[in-house]
């Protein structure tokens, strides 16, 4: 069994988590150069009718079979893949990554004085056969929040490639009033979930 793992993810907050673990690792990421194109926005389109549950799992297997794709297309030696994917959601209504500022300002605004839930879906290709996923759920209710208050986020850039338009382990504490389930999950990783599968992988 390799002594390492692929990250197929551009997020730095899930290396980091990762490297919390003390998971040796290297990333997979797509469109490298003269690498065939991949379509990231394609793949989170979310189909009518499906639930943030049902969305962000179907999100990250299509994620990871991308991955697989692409190390063998490369010929990279065979080791684990890892993919993760995040939304947020107020009951049934998926909160992605904001177009720009004003949609991030509009997803803020509705999510400010409620509870709403993050789902972050974990799924590892362990070897040829064996696909191994996880899911979790947290909820998470933002302080009531003035106009001038979310205009100032905003400007701070750090909604902007966010799902839900805020990161929790930034500036973005300062309105979270209450969690109840994963911090790390919110961040983007859920590190019990994660280590679960790695150790069925038997990789950690």
């Not at 409620?114 to 789902?119: A, G």
Request: glycine share 10%.
């Amino acid at each position: 069994m390799p002594d390492f793992i692929y990250l197929a993810s551009q997020s730095p907050r899930r290396r980091q988590l990762l490297e919390q673990l003390g998971v040796r690792h290297e990333l997979l990421l797509a469109n490298a150069p003269g690498d065939v194109a991949e379509d990231a926005e394609a793949i989170e389109q979310v189909a009518a009718g499906e639930s943030p549950g049902a969305y962000v799992q179907r999100v990250t297997g299509l994620k990871l079979d991308a991955a697989v794709a692409r190390r063998e297309r490369r010929g990279l030696p065979p080791a684990p893949i890892l993919c993760s994917d995040t939304t947020v959601a107020l009951g049934r209504t998926i909160y992605g990554k904001p177009e720009g500022a004003q949609d991030a300002a509009r997803m803020l605004a509705e999510l400010a004085g409620r509870e709403h839930r993050v789902l972050t879906a974990v799924a590892l290709q362990a070897d040829a056969r064996r696909r191994l996923c996880a899911l979790s759920v947290s909820r998470v209710r933002f302080a009531p929040m003035d106009a001038a208050q979310i205009d100032a986020y905003v400007a701070s850039g750090e909604p902007l490639g966010k799902a839900g338009a805020y990161a929790i382990q930034g500036r973005a504490a300062a309105f979270v009033a209450r969690i109840g389930g994963s911090y790390s999950g919110i961040m983007g990783l859920p590190l019990f979930e994660t280590a679960g599968l790695l150790r069925l992988a038997g990789v950690w």
